[in-house]
């Protein structure tokens, strides 16, 4: 018997963890623009920062899954956990569904910054190098790389100009000067560099959600922008190789955590092997 022949004896339109994962991103978004006024920045206190930032917590683990850029962002992220979550909860339970969303929001972070630790560490060693071992030539090879230019966000791009100028008038009189201020630049550089990437959203475990619905529900039909139906199955391996491709193409001003997606696709069918080796009567396919 496979689970898209089986259906609950009472269906629940609104599971207790969908609903309740429903008001707690509700109340996280509207408190983003309350506190704001007050001059607190939730997304920077919640929002899942790089592990070397000095604005890393180990709770943001949790709390990133709960925090939205946009209303478009939590409205469709919520809409996708009501609609996939309500079917698996049905099935799974609420203990259970709760862990693999939190679990696969988890692994979306992980991974994503298991790329973002391997995309930043050419740049980070080299300044590294440079603040320990200060040179104007490595300082114009750096800066005129692809390596620096690939990490220049808005505001950077305008610190660095600042530099420049301060540089050049210090270097005219006093190089031992330039020289210092260009260290202490390639400090702040740092510092913005661990401090930028910052993920929100419930994304990678909205991924998951869909991984185990196409699993549990493959043969269901989803349609695409309400008019274009596709079985499950296919639309979750449609959508994840666009992921991957997307990923991995890296298109400028892309701001989407392509890499957390998969990373909760990935940690979601791990689980699900996971429980189904320990309880092959529960999971059957």
């Given at each position: ?18 609903k309740n994962l429903l008001i707690i991103n509700g109340i996280f978004y509207l408190a ?99 603040i320990e071992n200060p040179d104007i030539e490595k300082l114009q090879s750096f800066t ?97 190789a666009l992921e991957l491709f997307s990923g991995i193409l890296k298109v400028p001003g ?32």
């Amino acid at each position: 018997m496979s689970y898209d022949q089986y259906r609950p004896a009472r269906f629940n339109l609104l599971p207790e963890v969908v609903k309740n994962l429903l008001i707690i991103n509700g109340i996280f978004y509207l408190a983003t623009f309350v506190l704001k006024n007050q001059g607190i920045d939730l997304v920077d206190m919640l929002g899942l920062h790089y592990f070397q930032s000095e604005k890393f917590r180990s709770y943001q683990f949790v709390t990133y899954m709960f925090m939205h850029g946009s209303f478009a962002h939590i409205l469709f992220n919520m809409l996708a956990v009501w609609m996939f979550g309500a079917a698996i909860e049905n099935i799974w339970g609420s203990r259970r569904f709760l862990t693999y969303y939190l679990l696969t929001g988890l692994g979306a972070a992980i991974l994503h910054y298991g790329v973002v630790y391997f995309e930043m560490r050419p740049a980070l060693n080299v300044v590294n190098d440079y603040i320990e071992n200060p040179d104007i030539e490595k300082l114009q090879s750096f800066t005129t790389s692809e390596a620096f230019r690939s990490f220049q966000s808005e505001d950077m791009v305008g610190n660095y100009n600042s530099f420049r100028e301060q540089f050049n008038q210090a270097y005219v009189s006093d190089p031992k000067a330039a020289l210092q201020i260009s260290v202490d630049y390639m400090k702040s550089f740092k510092a913005d560099l661990l401090n930028a990437p910052v993920v929100v959203g419930a994304s990678g475990a909205i991924f998951g959600l869909l991984l185990a619905y196409g699993m549990l529900f493959p043969n269901s039909l989803i349609f695409i922008y309400m008019l274009i139906p596709i079985k499950a199955k296919y639309f979750v391996i449609i959508y994840g190789a666009l992921e991957l491709f997307s990923g991995i193409l890296k298109v400028p001003g892309d701001n989407v955590a392509h890499f957390a997606h998969l990373g909760g696709l990935l940690f979601g069918f791990l689980l699900i092997q996971y429980w189904k080796h320990q309880n092959k009567n529960r999971f059957r396919y």
